[in-house]
C-alpha cells in the first residue's frame, strides 16, 4: 500500500507517520498481494481534539474511517479497528456471495478466518486422563 500522509491545522511528524503507517500496514494481512491503491490519511485538529481520516479505495469499495479522541494516537488505534471490521464485513459478503473464479473474493486469503490472532489463546484445551 502506499500512503498519502496529510495534516491540516497539525505538523505530521515523523513518529506520527511511522505510526499510522505501522497501524494502518497491519490491514495488509487481508489481502494476498497488497492493494496498488493509494491509503489517504488525514490527520487534523480540531477544537482540542485530534481527528484522523482513512480513505482506502479497493475494488468493489470504498474503505472509509474517521475517529476524534483528545490523543492523536488513539484516534489512530481507533480508525484501525474500524476500518479492520470493515474489512472483515467485506471479506465475509464476498466469500459469501461470490463462489466463481476470478471475482473480488480471489483479493483475500482464503484461511485467515482459520488463523489465530496474536494475543488472543486458543480456544481448545487439552486434557490428560
Known sequence: MKFNIRGIQLEVTEALRDYAIKKIGRLEKYF???PTSDVTVTMSVIRDMQSVEVTIPLPGVLLRAEARTPDMY???????????RQLRKFKTKVNR?????????SLFKENFDAQVAPGHPEEEEEFEV
Open 74 to 84: 488513539a484516534s489512530i488505534d481507533l480508525v484501525e479497528e474500524k476500518l479492520e
Open 32 to 34: 494476498d498481494t497488497p
Open 97 to 105: 456471495k461470490a463462489r466463481q473464479e476470478g471475482s473480488v473474493r
